[in-house]
């Protein structure tokens, strides 16, 4: 049972432009959820989290959208660049699941 | 850089076998947490270790166990090994007990990368 689901493996925008990057969840326990990014051969770095008391938390280029409602969450960045392709994992935290990770979506920024 | 260290980077070896897994965490940070990557899959939180004592437990096998050190450094012991085992597996390490909030982020090492023939 995925708790945690990225439901597109891949994307593709252009520079400048901005992405969306979705997630979705089925367990509402969640406390925190996060996104990292992660490039070839080295681990996740972590980019940005938000409470699930929160619905946004912005930090530079990158905003994460939180809607409890419709359980999904969302990471844009604007204006994307091509430093950003990567794979993005959205993960979940709760004191009981503990860290439940997304597939990932691998990100292509086209120069 | 991270400031987390795995070695071995990678490691080959045959089924039924038993390895280990060593991570460093940074400099300061008292917990260790350990994932697994398969193919095309999302990481697996495995277990994590605070100042030496478990703290949580995810999808570890019983085949597998790890432990944290006095000197915080961890080992992940992987024993009967089989042809499922062959993946990724991460060493991330922070600060405090949760590793969740931009005050208290999990770091990640690069991986020790098992292949299980």
């Known amino acids: 049972d995925q708790q945690v689901k990225q439901n597109s493996p891949s994307l593709s925008v252009q520079e400048g432009r901005i992405s969306i990057l979705n997630c979705d969840y089925t367990n509402s326990m969640f406390d925190y959820f996060l996104w990292y990014k992660k490039y070839p051969a080295e681990g996740p770095t972590f980019l940005i989290s938000i409470s699930s008391i929160k619905d946004k938390n912005e930090d530079g280029r990158f905003t994460v959208f939180l809607n409890k409602s419709a359980k999904h969450l969302s990471l844009h960045i604007v204006p994307s660049q091509p430093g950003d392709s990567a794979v993005y994992f959205c993960a979940a935290f709760s004191g009981t699941y503990k860290y439940i990770f997304g597939t990932g979506t691998r990100l292509k920024v086209l120069a | 850089d991270s400031g987390v260290t795995q070695t071995p980077k990678h490691l080959i070896t045959a089924t039924g076998q038993r390895v280990t897994l060593r991570c460093s965490p940074r400099?300061?940070?008292?917990?260790v947490y350990w994932y697994q990557q398969s193919l095309d899959q999302g990481l697996q939180f495995l277990i994590q270790?605070?100042?030496?004592?478990?703290?949580a437990k995810g999808n570890i096998l019983e085949r597998f166990s790890a432990q944290q050190f006095p000197d915080l450094h961890s080992e992940l012991n992987l024993s009967s090994l089989e042809l499922g085992d062959s993946a990724l597996y991460f060493c991330a390490s922070s600060t405090g007990l949760a590793g969740v909030a931009s005050t208290d982020t999990q770091y990640f090492g690069p991986g020790t990368r098992l292949t299980v023939l």
């Open positions: 400099s300061g940070d008292l917990s």
């Open positions: 270790y605070y100042n030496g004592e478990e703290r």
